[in-house]
Each structure stands twice: as structure tokens, then as C-alpha cells.
């Protein structure tokens, strides 16, 4: 390391600490750069970092930042130990299968901030549906049945800060092994658990006779037998069933012919009672003998 004689006039040493010095708590690194023609001061390159150095500054003291460095005027040298360190990402949730940028900035001891960019961090995940995060600080969400929380932590100069996030379930249908069958994750995941095969849409785990496609469709509880939507001809032209849910809609279609495709939606009256509903076709044609179905939809 070279020495000149401290001459302001024509020289400026200047030295630097900052986002460059990685991995270090206390650190104190010497660049040589050259002022600016004249000796007055201006802007001076040292190769991976610029400053720009006045020599009034020089004398006087004090602070001035850009971008990720921080320069320090009136001090022959430059140290500092960061104090403490916060991590963040704006805003704060993240959409499963989306990426969301996590960012860090150090507190040093004499209270100016360090802003770092991702890259210069350690980043690991302490929990939650956080599949990956880049060396930039990119972190990436998997698949959630429901909103989920997850921490990741990052780590810098033997400081660590931990980052708060909630990836927000946005597809209904996508997690794990019941993705895309047809069913909301939540509902099979609340009767059958996590990765359990008798949660498949055409599986009949209670032997009722009815899917747990029909059963979610119903809104009754495909792991009890006894829980089952029942439909009987109570008129020549009305259908009662049970159970009823404000979350489905309830439709009664005719057909001159038991077999599909003949049915399709008749108008209907509607009457409630002892959590029984009734649709009565409300003008049934003369001729050969109907027959009825419920149509549910959601
Ligand atoms: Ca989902
Ligand atoms: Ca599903
Ligand atoms: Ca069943």
C-alpha cells in the first residue's frame, strides 16, 4: 500500500466502507483515489467505487452517501460496526408460484443506515411455503392451500434480521397431490389431511354411494356415512330433498326419460321447511310420465 504525504491540494486519499466490504462486522479498507483537476475536490474514480470528494468536506467532517457507499469526510480513517440489521420486502405477501424481492439495510455505530442489495445477504428460510430465494434476495412462493406465513431470514456481518411474509392462496386447486382434480384443496385437505389418495374426486372412502365430488357438490361430509344429500318425489310434479346449503344453488330439471341427456331445467316453485326443500314444476305438460332431478351448482 502506497503512501503519498497528506496534501489536500493536490491529492485526496479517501477511504471507504460500505456494501462492497462484505462479511465483515468491523472493517476498515483503503482505496487511493485522485481529486478532481485543480485539487478543489470533484468526482474520483477508484476503479469499483466513486466519490465525490470536496476538500472543504475534507476538513470539516461529515457524511455523504450514494447509492451503497458512504464516505465520510474528515476522518483519516474510516471504521464502523454494524449495529444491528433489518430485513424487509415490500409489500409483504407474496402470491403462491410469485417471486417477491427481499431487501436488508445495516444500522452502523456512528447511526447512518447501509443500504445492501440482495445479493450481498444470506438468505435461508426459517418456515413456510418459501420454495427458493435467488442469490439476488428473490424469493419465490409454492403452492398454499390457504394463506400461509413464512419467515426468512437474512444474515450479514454476523447480524441477522428476519423477514415476515404470507404467500396468499390464490389458486383453489393446485397444492400437492390434489391439484387440479377438481376440488378445493381446502375442503379435502380439512376432511382427508395432506396427501391422502382416498381424497380423490371419484373415491367413495364412507361407501355411501356417493363421490366425494357429490359429497363436496352437496356440501355434506364424505367421511360420514349417515351425511348425504337425499332427493325423494314427494308430488307427481315435486322433488324435497336435504340437506340445503346457502353456498349452492338448486335447480329442478324434467325429462320425458330417466337417462341423460334428456333433462333440463323446468320453472319451479320453491318451499322451505324443517331444512327440507321443495321445487314444484310450476306448469308440469300433459302427456307421458317426468321424471325429476335436482341440478346443483356452486
Ligand atoms: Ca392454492
Ligand atoms: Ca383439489
Ligand atoms: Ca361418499
Given at each position: ?18 456494501a ?27 476503479g ?12 470539516s ?41 427481499l431487501?436488508?439495510s445495516?444500522?452502523l ?5 447501509l443500504?445492501m ?5 444470506g438468505?435461508s428460510?426459517q ?19 390457504e ?5 426468512v ?5 454476523g447480524?441477522?434480521?428476519?423477514v415476515d ?10 397444492f400437492?397431490l390434489y ?6 384443496d381446502?375442503w ?12 380423490g ?7 355411501d354411494g ?13 367421511t360420514d ?8 318425489l ?8 336435504s340437506?340445503?346449503?346457502?353456498l349452492?344453488?338448486?335447480?329442478l330439471?324434467?325429462?320425458t ?18 331444512g ?10 300433459p302427456?307421458p310420465?317426468?321424471?325429476y332431478?335436482?341440478d346443483?351448482?356452486?
Amino acid at each position: 500500500m502506497s503512501r503519498r504525504p497528506p496534501n489536500p491540494a493536490r491529492a485526496a486519499r479517501a477511504l471507504f466502507c460500505g456494501a462492497a466490504l462484505v462479511g465483515a462486522p468491523a472493517v476498515a479498507q483503503e482505496a487511493h483515489l485522485s481529486a478532481g483537476a485543480g485539487g478543489g475536490g470533484g468526482p474520483a474514480d477508484g476503479g469499483a467505487v466513486v466519490a465525490q470528494i470536496s476538500i472543504g468536506d475534507a476538513f470539516s467532517g461529515g457524511v455523504s452517501t450514494g447509492g451503497n457507499l458512504i464516505d465520510k469526510g474528515g476522518f483519516t480513517g474510516q471504521l464502523f460496526d454494524p449495529r444491528s440489521l433489518s430485513a424487509s420486502a415490500a409489500p409483504d405477501t407474496v402470491d403462491e408460484g410469485a417471486a417477491r424481492q427481499l431487501d436488508a439495510s445495516a444500522t452502523l455505530d456512528d447511526d447512518t443506515t447501509l443500504n445492501m442489495p440482495g445479493e450481498f445477504v444470506g438468505w435461508s428460510v426459517q418456515s413456510g411455503p418459501i420454495v427458493s430465494i435467488s442469490a439476488t434476495g428473490l424469493a419465490v412462493a409454492g403452492a398454499v392451500f390457504e394463506d400461509t406465513a413464512a419467515t426468512v431470514v437474512g444474515s450479514w456481518g454476523g447480524l441477522t434480521a428476519d423477514v415476515d411474509l404470507t404467500v396468499l392462496d390464490i389458486d383453489p386447486d393446485n397444492f400437492g397431490l390434489y391439484a387440479g382434480d377438481g376440488l378445493e384443496d381446502t375442503w379435502q385437505i380439512g376432511f382427508f389431511g395432506l396427501e391422502n389418495p382416498d381424497a380423490g374426486p371419484a373415491r367413495d372412502p364412507d361407501g355411501d354411494g356417493q363421490s366425494n365430488a357429490f359429497e363436496f357438490l352437496a356440501v355434506v361430509d364424505p367421511t360420514d356415512p349417515l351425511s348425504l344429500f337425499c332427493a325423494e318425489l314427494t308430488a307427481e310434479n315435486a322433488v324435497t330433498f336435504s340437506p340445503v346449503s346457502p353456498l349452492r344453488t338448486y335447480r329442478l330439471s324434467a325429462s320425458t326419460a330417466a337417462a341423460p341427456p334428456g333433462f333440463s331445467v323446468v320453472p319451479a316453485d320453491a318451499s322451505d321447511a324443517g331444512g327440507e326443500r321443495t321445487l314444484s314444476e310450476t306448469a308440469p305438460p300433459p302427456g307421458p310420465r317426468r321424471f325429476y332431478r335436482i341440478d346443483i351448482s356452486d
